[in-house]
Every structure is written in C-alpha cells, then in structure tokens.
C-alpha cells in the first residue's frame, strides 16, 4: 500500500524539525524536506493547529510543538524496558558519574530511548529519540550479537560502512567477527571508532525469552573512560547492571 502523500511530507517536516531545537524558517525547511514554501506552509498550518509544531512569533521560525512530547511520554510509559531498566540505569550512573544511553534496534539503526546524564562539565551530545549505525556503536554491536545469522547478515549487507574515525570497523567481515568476540566477552566496546575522543561500553539487557531486547552503555571523553578504567571498574559494574535488569524482566540465565 502506498504512502499517503500528504501524511508522509508532514512527518518529513516533523523529523526534520526535530534536528533543529531553535527552529527553522519556513524559507529553510521547505529547501531540506525539498517542498515548495507554499505547500509547506500549508502543512505547518495543519500541524501547529494541532500543536505538533509551535511558532515563534518573535523571529518566525518554526519548532517542534508539546504534542509530540505527550506522544513521546505515552510511548516510553508503555515500554516496559524503558520502566523496569530506570532505577538500575539511574544507580549505574550514579556510580561511574558518565552518561548512561538505554537503545533499541529499530530498522537496522540503533535508537536511543532513554538518557541518563553525568554532573561532569564535558558531557555527551545525543538526545532520546535520535538514531545512529549499529557497526560503529557499542549499543549497535551488542544488539547485533543477539540477531539471528541470517539477520545479522541483512543488516551488515545494508550497512554503509563510512569511516567515521581511523578506528571505525569498514567491513562486514570484520564487524561479524567483532560481533563474535561481543557474544563471547558479553560486552561491546566503541573504542573512539563513532566519535573523536570518546569511548563507550556497553551490555545486553535479555527478556524471559532469552533474548537480547536491547542494549545499554556509558560513553565519555576517552581520558576518563580510559581502557584501564574499563578492564578494573567498568566492565564488571556493566555485567552486574545486565544482569539486575534481566532479571528484573524474568530472565533466568
């Protein structure tokens, strides 16, 4: 069934917004989503009436409205990962005082559904909601090792292997062999292979399926989240929050 024209470019202008926290000019966001200033005014008006999307009067640029925070809210309250994680996630960050993201696969990208953040002055730039590849994070590479062979191969076949760093994994044979050393060691690293300068690891969370359902990670400047920091400290508070949480959703392993 195809998409409904109208719909589709209305949600185009939705995510696109949601890039820009201080707004756009309708002149602006009618070149990124590539409609003409007329139709997409047109579809500005349907949405702000809706308050999906607000304007600012004072400069005439256009933001996300407080609707799609109740859509939000309504969809994270009914995810029972994103509930019984919390307090173990908060407690985790508390302890090392680095961001902590909570991730699910969605499409074969890695989407962040929950945040927890340091009081460290440096912190991280990533926001709920936001996606990023699988092959370059260690969320993405412990999601992967839970995959069936058969899916881990249509992800990797779809993946555009872009070198983000000198680090970053540029191939599917070597991101599949990554992913069995993750199955094997029960964590994932980004070592500086996403971002210049930061290092994340991260630890599955299974269902009472025995299933890896999604993945959890503190990320930081890598002078802080050094290796040794992550042999001697992180690693084993990583296992025992992975495990806390299974648990807590009926996993028996």
């Known amino acids: 069934m195809s998409n409904v024209q109208s719909l589709e470019r209305a949600l185009t202008i939705l995510n696109t917004l ?8 309708i002149a602006k966001l009618s070149k990124l989503v ?9 579809l500005l008006a349907t949405l702000v009436n809706l308050n999906y999307v607000a304007k600012d009067l004072e400069n005439d640029r256009y ?19 994103a509930t019984v994680a919390k307090p173990f996630l908060k407690q985790l960050c508390t302890d090392v005082n680095e961001t902590v993201h909570l991730c699910l696969e969605d499409k074969g990208e890695i989407v962040y559904i929950d945040k927890l953040e340091s009081n460290q002055t440096i912190r991280m730039y990533s926001r709920i ?3 990023a590849p699988m092959y370059c994070t260690a969320v993405g590479k412990v999601l992967l090792s839970g995959m069936t062979p058969a899916r881990l191969d249509e992800i990797a076949d779809a993946t555009t292997f872009s070198v983000r760093t000198p680090r970053t994994i540029t191939s599917k044979e070597a991101l599949k062999e990554e992913v069995i050393r993750v199955r094997q060691q029960g964590y994932a690293l980004d070592d500086i292979e996403n971002e210049e300068g930061i290092r994340c690891i991260a630890a599955p969370i ?27 400290e992180l690693i084993k508070k990583m296992k025992n929050c992975s495990q ?8 028996t392993g």
């Open 18 to 25: 949601s890039d820009y926290p201080d707004g756009l000019t």
């Open 34 to 42: 590539d409609l003409s200033k007329s139709t997409t005014h047109r």
């Open 63 to 81: 933001k996300i409205g407080l609707q799609t925070l109740y859509v939000a809210r309504s969809v994270l309250n009914n995810n029972n990962i």
């Open 129 to 131: 909601g936001n996606r």
């Open 206 to 232: 299974y269902s009472h399926e025995h299933r890896i359902v999604a993945s959890f990670s503190i990320s930081g400047p890598s002078n802080r989240v050094t290796m040794e920091r992550v042999n001697d």
């Open 244 to 251: 806390a949480i299974s648990h807590a959703l009926g996993y």
